[in-house]
């Protein structure tokens, strides 16, 4: 880890730059999903966090190549500052919900968020790989960019369901002391 900012002067500078920042975060993706596996009491859900934590070590083992061929050898990274703080977030809402169709709601919305974060990171890298003639870089990454948006549509369709537990199961007319 680098403890001063680098000079930002040209596309490729920040795409390597950016590349370091989706290293850091699938790494902190891959230590999260653990956790979101464990607290979901939704099957189809708990199914999906580790269907996607397979996928996130992929997607890990292909950014860390990617920055190995482009940045001499090295597969350094730089605080990927949004999915930290996402993960932190969901790990408080994980702790805030007594109720585990609620957990698992909170689960999904954090999930989704980190999807959303993740969509545009890849396709950003996508066109900028494309933009410096990257080729095989760009292909690796839209592939990324499938599986991520992938996970987004599963999470949106478990979440009909789970939803509409969760509204089920609460009181739907609010009461006033």
Request: glycine share 2%; net charge negative.
């Amino acid at each position: 880890m680098k403890f001063f900012s680098e000079n930002i002067e040209d596309l490729r500078t920040l795409y390597i730059a950016n590349l370091r920042k989706a290293l850091d975060m699938e790494q902190k993706i891959t230590k999260a999903l653990p956790t979101m596996i464990e607290k979901a009491t939704d099957p189809q859900l708990a199914s999906a966090f580790s269907n996607h934590l397979t996928e996130t070590q992929g997607h890990l083992a292909k950014v860390e190549s990617l920055l190995r061929n482009v940045n001499n050898g090295e597969a350094d990274t730089s605080t990927c500052k949004a999915i930290s703080a996402l993960v932190t977030e969901a790990e408080d809402n994980i702790k805030d919900a007594a109720d585990t169709t609620i957990r698992d709601i909170t689960l999904i919305a954090s999930a989704q968020q980190v999807e959303h974060h993740e969509i545009a990171v890849y396709g950003t890298l996508r066109t900028w790989a494309e933009l410096l003639g990257e080729d095989e870089a760009a292909e690796i990454l839209d592939s990324i960019l499938d599986e991520e948006k992938n996970a987004d549509e599963l999470l949106t369709a478990i979440a009909d369901g789970v939803n509409t537990a969760a509204a089920n199961t609460t009181n739907a007319v609010p009461t006033h002391v």
